[in-house]
T-cell receptor, first 114, second 113 residues
């Protein structure tokens, strides 16, 4: 049982490049979300999904797109990378809509935009 | 916006001592959760306390919740070197049919052998 798997673990991008951060879970969780973690800021919600075909914006969605075509996968796309998007990105999943349940986190993707 | 404010930002104690971390928040919540993050790793769920609960235990962990003061505390008893990590509180609210977690900035705990 792998849990939540994120790829890649590390990535360096040039300003203006695009890329997709992959996230997959094998727990049949309906709720999936993406966070970014910056020093001194805790984790901030970027986008979330309550099921296949349903996504919505979180606290800091600008510059990111998501889609949810299957229950298992929730990729995060950076459209045109900027240095301000240098961060550690975490994908998480929860059972159902997540209320009163714990979130399971991936190991993170450390992204540097130069 | 950051919902949870954690205190202290950093804590260093000797192995065997107890560690207490505090979390304050601003709005009503459905539950409050505590997570641990080891260096370079993802967050791991420790304990969840619902808004109608006042205290909860799990092994060496004790969590309290005071909704009138909008605050929570995490106590780790008999600390071990392996407890060295960052600890985050996350407040949970049901918004548009989904639980939204808002994380604090975390407390960095160091256990000295």
């Amino acid at each position: 049982n792998a849990g939540v798997t994120q790829t890649p673990k590390f990535q360096v991008l040039k300003t203006g490049q695009s890329m997709t951060l992959q996230c997959a879970q094998d727990m049949n969780h309906e709720y999936m979300s993406w966070y970014r973690q910056d020093p001194g800021m805790g984790l901030r919600l970027i986008h979330y999904s309550v099921g296949a075909g349903i996504t919505d914006q979180g606290e800091v969605p600008n510059g990111y797109n998501v889609s949810r075509s299957t229950t298992e996968d929730f990729p995060l796309r950076l459209l045109s990378a900027a240095p301000s998007q240098t961060s550690v990105y975490f994908c998480a999943s929860s059972w159902g809509t997540g209320l009163n349940t714990e979130a399971f986190f991936g190991q993170g993707t450390r992204l540097t935009v130069v | 916006s950051q919902q949870g404010e954690e205190d202290p930002q950093a804590l260093s104690i000797q192995e065997g001592e107890n560690a207490t971390m505090n979390c304050s928040y601003k709005t009503s919540i459905n539950n409050l959760q505590w997570y641990r993050q080891n260096s370079g790793r993802g967050l791991v769920h420790l304990i969840l306390i619902r808004s109608n609960e006042r205290e909860k235990h799990s092994g060496r962990l004790r969590v309290t919740l005071d909704t009138s003061k909008k605050s929570s505390s995490l106590l780790i008893t008999a600390s071990r070197a392996a407890d060295t990590a960052s600890y985050f509180c996350a407040t949970a609210r049901l918004i548009q049919g989904a639980q939204k977690l808002v994380f604090g900035q975390g407390t960095r705990l160091t256990i000295n052998p």
